[in-house]
C-alpha cells in the first residue's frame, strides 16, 4: 500500500469533469467550474455502494465549513462512477439532495481510465490536487484526527491560515 501511495504522489490526475454530469446547488447540470488552487478529490468507483455514499455526504459538513473560510481557493469534489444499475438511481438521489459541493457521475469511466495509475484501494480514493492537479496528499481527513491534521497542516502550508 505505500509503495502505491508513493506512486501517486507528485502524478497528476486527469479529471476531464466536462465528460461527466456534475449536479448540484447552483450548478449547470453538464459542467462545473474548477477552483485555480487546491482541490480534494473524493472518488467512489462501481465497486463501492454508491447510494451509501451520497447518504453519507453529511458526514463532510463539518469539512465544508472550513473550507468555504478558503473563499473558493479550496474545493472538494465527489466523483462518482456508479455501475448502469445504480446510475439511474443516483442522478435521482443526487438531484433530490442538490448539496452545494458538484457532485460528478462519470458513466463512461472516463476518470479511471485516464488515470490507470489511481490504486484500487478505497483508501487511495481521496486525495489532495494542487494547482497543476499533481497529488500533494492521499487519504480522507474523515478516516482520523491524524489525517484530518496533516490535510489541514498541508492546505495550511499552501493556502495560509483560514481566514
Known sequence: ?????EDL???P?????DQMECFGRHLSDKVCTLPTVLKLVVY?????CTSCGI????TWDNQFQKMREYEGRLKVYFIFSPSMEEK????????????????YIDTANVF????????????MHTFLLDEKDSVILVGSPLKNGKMEALFWQTVEEKLGKRE
Open 1 to 5: 500500500m505505500e509503495k502505491d501511495i
Open 9 to 11: 504522489f507528485g502524478k
Open 13 to 17: 490526475i486527469h479529471l476531464h469533469l
Open 44 to 48: 467512489s468507483d462501481s465497486t463501492m
Open 55 to 58: 447518504k453519507k455526504l453529511y
Open 88 to 103: 439511474r438511481n443516483l442522478q435521482i438521489m443526487v438531484k433530490n439532495y442538490l448539496p452545494d459541493t458538484p457532485i
Open 112 to 123: 479511471l481510465r485516464s488515470n490507470p495509475h489511481i490504486p484500487a484501494f478505497p483508501e
